[in-house]
């Protein structure tokens, strides 16, 4: 089989089919794309905190700020998006 012969057509993949998936390793799904994830060392932990303490006061009464957790976003990215 030659290379031009293969199906190149990447499978993109719902939430639910990522939620399912056993990856052991650091990953997000952006766009139906699994995508590593650098670890959280000292650097980006000192980038979240001073990130917090500037946006945290400007967040209007009755909104949560949420950090550092997994979000799926209605409509974004399918029809298994929360």
């Known amino acids: 089989m030659q290379l ?17 998936l056993a990856i052991e390793e650091r990953t997000e799904l952006l766009g139906g794309m699994i995508y590593d994830v650098s670890p959280r060392d000292e650097p980006h932990r000192y980038a979240v905190r001073k990130l917090i303490q500037i946006l945290a006061p400007g967040i209007p009464a009755g909104c949560i700020l949420s950090c550092q957790n997994p979000v799926a976003v209605s409509g974004r990215h399918g029809r298994d998006a929360a």
Do not use: I
């Open 4 to 20: 031009a012969e293969l199906d190149r057509t990447p499978h993109l993949l719902s939430v639910a089919e990522y939620m399912s």
